[in-house]
């Protein structure tokens, strides 16, 4: 089976000589990250770390980490754990993803990283486009989750969940599903199981056809950046 990951795609967000630290949870998706950039790791002259975060909400997720420490320890990576404290106001979600990657930069200041890789695929771009034109996104909102912001990098992002849980069958990658990412009392579950079936049922390829229509806002919005510091 192909890479997940393009390699000149690869080689554009790992330079070579990068440190990378690999957030993994114990999901498809950050498991099959892991597993893809090992397979990289020599050919792009990388080193790799991993890490986890428990934002101690579920009572499984430790458990759940256990399983990214034993894929990461099979393929020879580094992986710590590190429990953050989530505020209960507010947007629950939003101060989780807030909590875990402050924890993130902590971690990659501690070891030197120069990246922090993300698992996020092509459908979680496609999720957070729709979210963020159902509640009236400017040119920045529409081209959300780019490729690199930073040191962030999202290498997944032209894989869809589907192929990417395809990838983890056909190399025996295991991993374990988070019951929340089933609840459509919160949005990005709701988009996932209502919204994008729908989509999918009038254009099969509707995960990157909203990930080219994000790279292009993302285009318009450099653009008129650079033509306003003109003014």
Known sequence: MRSLIAPRFARRLLPSGSRVLV???GG?????LLH????MRERLEI???????DHG???AARAELEVAAELAAQLGVPFSSHPVDVPSHGNLMAQARKARHSALRRRGDAIGADRIALGHSATDA???VLMNLARGASLRGAGAMAPQRGRVVRPLLHATRDEIRTYCAAHSIPYVDDPTNDDMSFRRPYVRHAILPALRALSPDVERSLVRFSRDFRASERSLSQQAEGF
């Open 23 to 25: 957030a993994t949870s």
């Open 28 to 32: 498809a998706d950050s498991q099959a």
């Open 47 to 53: 080193e790799l770390w991993a890490a986890g975060i």
């Open 36 to 39: 893809a950039l090992v397979q």
């Open 126 to 128: 496609a999720e957070t």
């Open 57 to 59: 909400l579920r009572s």
